[in-house]
């Protein structure tokens, strides 16, 4: 199968921004959603596709379809191999909490610094990737940004990242992939 030997070298949730040769993860809940979306991930020449495993079976228009057990977490795992794993290059704190996170993270990342170690930060009131300050539209970005960023920080120096981690960041597996030296909890 010319399929199988292909390298996955991007990947996409939503079947519409597909480009060929792109993995697609269909995060659908059911069977029917799911059957639409692998539709139009074949018209946009998807090479592959992966949904949970607990929908029931149904034919599928695409020939190289994988169930996993638990989808949400395979954007996460999907983006930071994609990545060059940039996470398990760098000792990762996650600091997550109903409030302080902000506080805590500034204060962590600046001791860091102060000790001599290139330090990047990702959080609600921006991002530093080793060199600027960019803005930030979520506290905690989705698994291709947020790879995309660790990779950034890895190319700048970077040993150390501190990520703000909200809890709607945590329903929805956004830290998947990525292994945490430490884990800071705030006030809940």
């Known amino acids: 199968d010319p399929a199988a030997d292909r390298m996955v070298t991007s990947f996409q949730t939503d079947p519409s921004l597909l480009k060929e040769g792109d993995l697609f993860i269909s995060l659908a809940?059911?069977?029917?959603?799911?059957?639409?979306?692998?539709k139009i991930a074949q018209k946009q020449g998807a090479c592959a596709a992966a949904i949970g495993s607990s929908l029931p079976a149904f034919?599928?228009?695409?020939?190289?379809?994988?169930?996993?057990?638990?989808?949400?977490?395979?954007?996460?795992?999907?983006?930071?191999?994609?990545?060059?794993?940039?996470?398990?290059?760098?000792?990762?704190?996650a600091i997550t909490g109903t409030s302080g996170k902000t506080s805590v993270s500034y204060i962590i990342a600046g001791?860091?610094?102060?000790s001599g170690y290139p330090v990047g930060l990702i959080g609600s009131l921006g991002i530093y990737d080793g060199r600027v300050l960019l803005p930030n539209r979520e506290t905690t970005p989705q698994p291709r940004q947020m790879a995309e960023?660790?990779?950034?920080?890895?190319d700048n120096g970077c040993t150390h990242v501190i990520i703000?981690?909200?809890?709607?960041?945590?329903?929805?597996y956004r830290l998947?992939?990525?292994?945490?030296?430490?884990?800071?909890?705030?006030?809940?």
């Open 29 to 38: 809940e059911d069977a029917t959603t799911a059957a639409e979306e692998l």
């Open 59 to 93: 034919e599928s228009p695409l020939e190289n379809l994988f169930r996993v057990e638990n989808i949400k977490m395979l954007p996460g795992h999907v983006a930071q191999a994609l990545y060059g794993n940039p996470a398990a290059q760098m000792k990762t704190i």
């Open 111 to 114: 001791m860091l610094a102060e």
């Open 149 to 154: 960023l660790m990779a950034r920080m890895i």
């Open 164 to 172: 703000e981690v909200s809890s709607e960041a945590l329903e929805q």
């Open 176 to 188: 998947a992939g990525i292994k945490l030296d430490a884990v800071c909890l705030t006030n809940v």
